[in-house]
């Protein structure tokens, strides 16, 4: 193993040009790389890039780029010390959060970045959020796969794009972040290196494309928002995202009889708040009751992100909808808080 590290480019802002169709992802981004940090690369560990094909503006991901960019890191876990994925921002939750399930706790790092302008044009983020990266990806492992951006490091599973034109454009939800990058690094948070760690086995499990949906509650829902998730095969579960504590139109019988219609056909239902902190109270009002009575899986304070990657992750694993009912509430890799 050498001390170089290995950049992976999926796509996103921070390798993307100009053209005439607006900003899109452009191979070459090692000389990109080069030519905007400059000599501060003297400073910085050695690394080598591995552009994915396609480069994707990260609108487009789907869980094959999940399987493609687990399985670069895979491949090459031997051969680097420490790997920088970087992502759009629009779905680095996603990534982000699956990638934290499907390596689990790991013995070297992994961490997930990109910007909000590109590289290459004045004023981007690109440059700090990369030098970063490369600044501590090589250091001891975080047991974990992490998001840094603008300056805080965070676990991966519970960020959230918060602000499409801040440079700080995540939020760490219902978890302190890792770290605070200033002069010095100040890490908070999850203790480090608390895991037995180990290398990413070679995947055996492909994920089901239309496994997994999400419904959006809010006031007066058409029965055509959801009736399709019943009628569709391929659809196993549902993250239902619902208001405040967990509360759902108790009062609208179609949508009640929607969510025991998804029971009796054995299709998993999550429940995750709207609200970005805080996390759900399932029960605490009559109006989110029924979802106890139901069964329904309670979301606690999971991310939407965490949550639907967690779904389509078991079920790629062969779980079932006993199997996930048991499992749902037993965090994987601190998802979500226990208590
Ligand atoms: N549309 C871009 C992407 O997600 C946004 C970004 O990276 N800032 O690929």
Redesign the pocket.
């Known amino acids: 193993m050498t001390q170089k590290l290995l950049i992976i480019y999926t796509?996103?802002?921070?390798g993307?040009v100009s053209t005439e169709h607006g900003?899109a992802?452009a191979a070459g981004l090692a000389n990109r790389i080069q030519d905007t940090l400059g000599d501060s690369l003297t400073d910085l560990p050695e690394f080598d890039v591995i552009e994915l094909n396609p480069l994707?503006?990260?609108?487009n991901i789907t869980p094959n780029n999940w399987s493609q960019i687990y399985d670069t890191l895979q491949s090459n876990w031997s051969t680097y010390a420490g790997f920088i994925v970087l992502?759009?921002?629009?779905?680095?939750a996603y990534t982000a959060s699956v990638l934290s399930y499907m390596l689990g706790a790991c013995d070297k790092n992994v961490i997930i970045t990109?910007?909000?302008i590109p590289l290459g044009m004045s004023r981007s983020d690109g440059i700090s959020n990369l030098e970063a990266a490369l600044a501590i990806a090589g250091e001891e492992s975080f047991d974990m796969a992490t998001v840094l951006f603008h300056h805080t490091l965070m676990q991966a599973n519970r960020v959230t794009k918060f602000s499409s034109h801040d440079f700080a454009?995540f939020q760490s939800f219902n978890a302190e972040p890792l770290a605070k990058l200033s002069i010095h690094k100040r890490f908070t948070g999850v203790q480090l290196n608390a895991h037995h760690t180990q290398a990413p086995k070679a995947r055996d499990y492909e994920f089901a494309l239309d496994s997994v949906g999400v419904l959006p509650l809010y006031p007066s829902m058409p029965k055509s928002a959801y009736q399709g998730f019943l009628d569709d095969e391929q659809c196993k579960a549902v993250v239902l995202h619902t208001y405040g504590a967990g509360n759902i139109a108790d009062s609208n019988p179609d949508l009640v009889a929607f969510l025991e219609a998804m029971q009796a056909r054995k299709k998993v239902v999550i429940n995750v708040t709207q609200c970005a902190h805080g996390g759900t109270s399932q029960g605490a009002y009559a109006a989110g009751s029924l979802l106890n009575r139901l069964s329904i899986l309670d979301g606690k304070d999971i991310t939407l992100e965490a949550a639907f990657t967690k779904a389509h992750w078991l079920l790629a694993q062969g779980y079932g909808f006993d199997d996930i009912q048991a499992k749902w509430s037993q965090p994987v890799m601190g998802e979500v808080n226990e208590s």
């Open positions: 796509g996103g802002t921070i993307m900003l992802p994707i503006d990260s609108s992502h759009g921002t629009d779905t680095l990109g910007s909000q454009a």
